[in-house]
Nanobody
Framework: QVQLVESGGGLVQAGGSLRLSCVASGRTFRNYAMGWFRQAPGKEREFVAVISWSGVNTYYVDSVKGRFTISRDNGENTVYLQMNSLKPEDTAVYYC???????????????????WGQGTQVTVSS
């Protein structure tokens, strides 16, 4: 049974920072790419960032480039999302997910991820 547990969400003022963490168990973490998604009320789940199994390759949605950084520690089975210069439009529930298979150019599609965490709320006040 694969488990992904996110933490680090909260309430922050615009311009502030948060670091999300996602701890994985139940599979060989270092073999899989990991992604972060978010979902705001009334909106579809949106891709945020993905990191390859080695950490060498990272990809971001345009709206967070230069503000968010995804990283991983394979020794700790943990993936991180450092979020700086937060904006009210970043408010959402953030989910980490494990990508199924070798990372390819469909990483923005939720259906390509086979395990998901329960989510952590991020609220950015203006």
């Amino acid at each position: 049974q694969v488990q992904l547990v996110e933490s680090g969400g909260g309430l922050v003022q615009a311009g502030g920072s948060l670091r999300l963490s996602c701890v994985a168990s139940g599979r060989t973490f270092r073999n899989y790419a990991m992604g972060w998604f978010r979902q705001a009320p009334g909106k579809e789940r949106e891709f945020v960032a993905v990191i390859s199994w080695s950490g060498v390759n990272t990809y971001y949605v345009d709206s967070v480039k230069g503000r968010f950084t995804i990283s991983r520690d394979n020794g700790e089975n943990t993936v991180y999302l450092q979020m700086n210069s937060l904006k009210p439009e970043d408010t959402a529930v953030y989910y980490c997910a494990s990508y199924g298979g070798n990372l390819s150019n469909d990483y923005e599609r939720p259906i390509r991820y086979d395990f998901w965490g329960q989510g952590t709320q991020v609220t950015v006040s203006s």
